[in-house]
């Protein structure tokens, strides 16, 4: 048994390799709905070699999907690789390529402190939401980590971005079946002062700032039927207290996890319970407070 999930595991990984970002499949998919710009744009293939820009699409015409797909968005300074111990967690619970998509928002390398909630980044994520609910005819899981929370918020919601007044266009709320938090930049961001880039008070991270007031203004759920977000009391990234409200609380949200660990940790460490908020959409207060410690993560 072990040999066999070996030998399935090295051939996906070769396989993703050299297929390179997003499946051909599902490229030439984006290329006839959506035209080359769009497929180019949210393939990300200048990020880097590999999935290293974005992933996701079926691999063969006949390939099923038994799953609601999901949609990862990234932290800020991230990519979509960086995604990947969970698209490999999610493909030996029995999710398959054409379940998992993400995309790269931003350049990947701009440090955190300076990046903005940029119009096009909200865009990006709006654009692979809707293009993977048309190319699965599914209603699509959002999975989000950090600063992507409200990008991905920003995206579902739809309106005017408050940085250049563009319109995005009626709310996704239909096409999301479960939103997931995790350690998300939903309030703001504590230790954030207006004097840094990215926390301007117009699109910055800020819970004062425009972009925050927009995303936090709504009385009900629009982030999909169902909402969830993981937070961890030693979060000093996100910190604790923005604004009179606890940093990554998802309002409106059916539940919550909490932790004791590491924010560089929440994502890779609650996997299973990401998992489980998708799949089983329990109502009540979850509550599991885990503690863990990886010395590669400081915060």
Known sequence: MKVKVLIIFCFCLKFFLVESDFSLHFRNFLIRRY????????????????????????????????????????????????????????????????????????????????????????????????????????????????????????????????????????????LVETFVSVGGLNYGKQNCTPQLGGCNLNNGQICSSEFMRDINNRTTRYEGTYSYYIYSDNDFVIGRECCNNTCSELRNANSASRQIMPHGNLFDATKDIQLEMIQYHSNTTVTNVNTFYNPLFRF
């Open 35 to 174: 035209g080359a710009y769009t497929q180019q744009r949210l393939e990300r293939s200048d990020i880097g070699f590999g999935i290293s820009g974005s992933f996701g699409g079926k691999i063969f015409e006949t390939d099923v999907i038994r799953h609601n797909p999901i949609v990862f968005v990234h932290a800020a300074s991230c990519r979509a690789g960086s995604l990947l111990p969970n698209y490999f967690h999610y493909l030996f619970k029995g999710y398959n390529a054409a379940e998992m998509y993400a995309t790269t928002w931003g350049d990947g390398v701009t440090p955190v402190c300076l990046k903005t909630l940029a119009c096009d980044d909200v865009k990006q994520i709006r654009g692979l939401i809707v293009a993977v609910n048309e190319y699965t005819n599914q209603t699509v899981d959002v999975i989000a980590f950090g600063e992507g929370s409200a990008i991905a918020r920003k995206a579902i919601l739809g309106g005017t971005c408050v940085d250049t007044n563009d319109t995005l266009g009626e709310t996704l709320t239909p």
